[in-house]
């Protein structure tokens, strides 16, 4: 995609890309198997499950292991070590706050777009203080599909009352890339724990490595003036 994008809108995943939560689900999913005496190569499942919402990532465990999988001690395992590890607080990837504050100042409509539940947005945003900045949250409790399917990103643009076309969506994973441009949006990845596959990269308008260069590129690209 070259020249000029028309951005009406700018929609975010949260997990791995505003906040820095997905190592901590990670670590917490492959302690809570190990405590449960799963040790087969979890650490490549636990990979393939990053930027899939809950149910799927329990689907695909149910399906791996069988229907005596201990799911619910697993999970309360999962909760316990991840609660253990938020307790100081959620830090935000490099980039965020500079991001959201030029964003704002634009102005420049924005959303939350995650497939986390509403519960656990709300607190995820909440420990990482950036809660106050979205008045657009879209979660897996919006929806009948997650991602990777579309309908997430389809919703928060007719949320903001924009075209998906004129949207910019800023994602981690590369089942977040595949939900963001199947809605049509311009995407851009900025990975964090698992690199883009060449599928997902031709889907993307750019790969970066952080987001300060989200917002060069939406400054350069997308008409977002610099402050003054």
């Not at 028309?6 to 689900?25: F, Q, W």
């Not at 924005?110 to 656990?120: E, K, P």
């Not at 389809?154 to 903001?160: E, F, P, V, Y």
Request: hydrophobic share 45%.
């Amino acid at each position: 995609m070259s020249g000029r994008w028309t951005v009406d809108a700018v929609l975010l995943d949260m997990d791995g890309t505003l906040l820095d939560t997905e190592k901590v689900y990670f670590d917490s999913l492959v302690a809570a198997l190990n405590a449960s005496g799963y040790t087969d190569d979890v650490v490549t499942l636990c990979h393939s499950m990053v930027g899939l919402p809950g149910p799927v990532c329990e689907a695909m465990l149910l399906e791996r292991y069988g229907a005596a999988f201990p799911l619910a001690e697993v999970n309360q395992a999962f909760l316990d070590h991840r609660d253990e590890m938020m307790r100081a607080g959620l830090p935000l990837k490099p980039g965020t706050l500079a991001l959201l504050d030029a964003l704002a100042a634009a102005p420049r409509p924005m959303a939350i777009v995650t497939s986390s539940s509403r519960r656990s947005a709300e607190r995820n945003l909440a420990l990482a203080g950036i809660r106050d900045r979205f008045e657009t949250l879209l979660t897996l409790d919006d929806v009948a599909q997650g991602k990777p399917d579309p309908e997430l990103y389809l919703k928060a643009a007719a949320r903001l009352g924009v075209a998906p076309q004129a949207c910019v969506a800023v994602e981690d994973s590369n089942h977040g890339v595949t939900a963001a441009h199947a809605a049509g949006a311009i995407t851009l990845m900025v990975p964090d724990m698992a690199p883009p596959t060449e599928a997902t990269r031709a889907k993307c308008a750019a790969v970066l490595p952080d987001l300060n260069a989200v917002l060069a590129m939406l400054r350069e690209r997308g008409g977002l003036a610099r402050s003054a």
